[in-house]
């Protein structure tokens, strides 16, 4: 666990595993450090033969805090007003290329949920050659008619932060009732164990309000994600109600040959249940690149 200076920003990570497996990489959600992570599910990853890199994104966690940039406003990006954007998605992706090759790990299995989905999406166009395959989880392709939130959800994500620890995990776990799976798959001490992590670790809200507004400046991506050749996963709920499980139709819908992998019950997160499914749907896509020429593309970007 250590920091690693990319361009003009610092990024906070973690690498587990042995030297020489696959790299796989996850890419956390809005205002979500690292440690949102299960260690259990990440162990999970290292046993079935994957190097696994997790980092903090800029404005989150442990990494590089840009305060200094102008107050949050969410209406002007609305608009296309970029004054007030400090950065965009593809700054984000930028950071996660600059991170694999200042750590010497090369091309690698790409795995985001929410807003990491859509950064993910975002390397994959940008930096072909630094993605093996990629899995989008609970995410969206930018376009305006798909992946919406539900008016109570959408509240969520511009309401007042709470100040102490007790309160952030509180305010937490009540927006899992909102966003979050049905009862059948919910687990709410795992939900708390996160909570408590993730606000340990380091919560950043103004940082929260710069991601939101790089993911409404960033635009749709529906016609670029036809350029993405590589094996593709979506994953989504159809429970989510921060973002409806039209984003990941759609995303499925926008790459080549991409598999869509609908959950029941599951909303805006991943409890345990869910992984040992989506474990063997990520080495198989990984396994689906390796077939594909994976280690090819690997000799010619290194």
């Known amino acids: 666990m250590q920091t690693r200076t990319v361009g003009q ?5 973690d690498l587990r595993g042995r030297p020489g497996d696959r790299v796989v990489v996850l890419v956390s959600g809005l205002g979500r450090p690292c440690v949102g992570w299960d ?17 903090d994104n800029r404005d989150c966690g442990r990494s590089s805090i840009f305060d200094d940039a102008p107050r949050f406003d969410l209406a002007a990006a609305l608009r296309g007003d970029r004054s007030a954007v400090a950065y965009t998605l593809d700054d984000m992706a930028d950071d996660v290329v600059g991170l694999l090759g200042a750590l010497d790990l090369g091309p690698a299995h790409m795995v985001g949920v929410s807003l990491g989905g859509m ?7 940008r930096h072909p050659a ?14 305006r008619g798909v992946g ?4 109570e959800a959408q509240a ?4 007042p932060p709470p100040k102490t620890r007790d309160e ?5 776990l009540a927006n899992m009732r909102i966003i979050g799976s049905r009862p059948p798959l919910v687990d709410e001490g795992r939900r708390r164990a996160m909570f408590e992590r993730i606000y340990d670790h380091g919560v950043h809200p103004r940082g929260t309000g710069r991601q939101l507004m790089a993911i409404v400046v960033s635009g749709d991506r529906t016609a670029a994600l036809s350029t993405v050749a590589v094996p593709t996963l979506v994953v989504h709920g159809d429970a989510d109600t ?5 984003g990941g139709e759609a995303t499925a819908k926008a790459i080549y040959g991409a598999r869509l992998m609908v959950v029941p019950d599951l909303g805006h997160e991943l409890p345990p249940v869910v992984w040992p499914q989506l474990v063997s749907a990520l080495a198989e896509v990984a396994g689906g690149a390796e077939v594909a020429g994976g280690a090819e593309v690997a000799g010619g970007a290194s």
Do not use: K, N
């Open 242 to 246: 921060l973002i409806d499980v039209s």
């Open 156 to 159: 969520l994500l511009t309401s």
């Open 9 to 13: 920003v610092d990024l906070w990570y």
């Open 148 to 151: 919406r939130a539900t008016p």
């Open 130 to 143: 630094w993605v093996r395959s990629l899995t989008s989880i609970m995410s969206t392709t930018g376009a």
């Open 119 to 125: 950064i993910c999406q975002t390397m994959a166009i």
């Open 168 to 172: 952030f995990i509180e305010h937490e």
């Open 39 to 55: 260690d259990e599910f990440v162990q999970m990853l290292v046993d079935r033969g994957f190097a696994v890199l997790l980092f």
